[in-house]
């Protein structure tokens, strides 16, 4: 008997294939994340090596190697996701606005940062992540973000969650856009509220620098004579690894 294993697939990993699902009949119906891996790059040796360099998440969360994991869950094969090199209106605290959000609509900066100003919080800071338009030499035209969405959206979560273990009465709100993002448009706002400066300064920066280690999302840049899909670019990429 042959077990039927569906992989979403994402980014370039979805272009490579021509597919934005993956379906593979095994003789087992589990296995560990590792030993998916190396079916699928004996399966499809031309890709072993960008294979080897993704992650498999199940039921929307990271998996490790050793990690067992059966045909039945929900099964995504994640490549490394985009990196850098290096009002008057009511707090969302205080209304149902959820407080992390991806979208593919334009941005409204203060919306999010309505969401975060609390009387607890002195101090509020804004990331605003906008398309440039030189890159390395080369003239990007626009940019095209692709998200694992609902994964994305509890991986910022996750985010929030860290940073108000780490500062107390922080708070965090994180929207990204997906689709097209031309020049000089928004495509990425965190808002981040602690009760101190000092304290605000170090969470928003420890903010942008986990989205892009842990949230899948994938960015595309869209060149004049050209486009790629961009990944991780800040070393290995290991999303399991524990925040630093």
């Known amino acids: 008997m042959t077990y039927t294993w569906k992989l979403q697939l994402f980014a370039g990993l979805a272009q490579r294939f021509n597919s934005e699902q993956l379906k593979v009949e095994l003789d087992e119906q589990q296995l560990t994340c590792g030993e998916l891996k190396q079916a699928l790059q004996e399966r499809y040796p031309e890709h072993a090596l960008l294979l080897k360099s993704c992650?498999?998440?199940?039921n929307q969360a990271y998996c490790k190697d050793d990690q067992l994991i059966a045909?039945?869950?929900e099964l995504a094969l994640l490549p490394p996701v985009s990196g850098g090199q290096t009002s008057n209106e009511p707090a969302a605290?205080?209304?149902?606005?959820?407080?992390?959000?991806?979208t593919d609509?334009?941005?409204?900066?203060?919306?999010?940062?309505?969401?975060?100003?609390t009387p607890a919080c002195g101090a509020t800071l804004l990331f605003v992540g906008t398309t440039r338009e030189f890159t390395e030499g080369l003239r990007t035209v626009s940019l095209h973000y692709e998200a694992y969405e609902p994964m994305a959206v509890k991986t910022m979560q996750q985010i929030g969650d860290e940073i108000a273990e780490r500062w107390q009465d922080a708070e965090v709100a994180?929207?990204?856009?997906?689709?097209?993002?031309?020049l000089a448009?928004?495509?990425?706002?965190?808002?981040?509220?602690?009760?101190?400066?000092?304290?605000?300064?170090?969470a928003s920066r420890y903010a942008i620098e986990r989205l892009k280690q842990i949230v899948p999302i994938w960015k595309k840049e869209i060149w004049e004579d050209g486009s790629?899909?961009?990944?991780?670019?800040?070393?290995?990429?290991?999303?399991t690894a524990p925040a630093e």
């Open 93 to 102: 605290a205080l209304t149902h606005e959820p407080k992390f959000v991806i």
């Open 174 to 182: 994180i929207t990204h856009r997906v689709g097209k993002v031309d």
């Open 55 to 58: 992650y498999v998440a199940a």
């Open 228 to 239: 790629e899909w961009k990944g991780h670019q800040l070393g290995p990429w290991d999303p």
């Open 71 to 73: 045909a039945a869950d």
């Open 185 to 202: 448009e928004i495509s990425v706002v965190i808002a981040v509220a602690t009760a101190r400066r000092a304290d605000c300064y170090e």
């Open 105 to 117: 609509q334009p941005i409204n900066v203060e919306a999010v940062m309505n969401k975060v100003i």
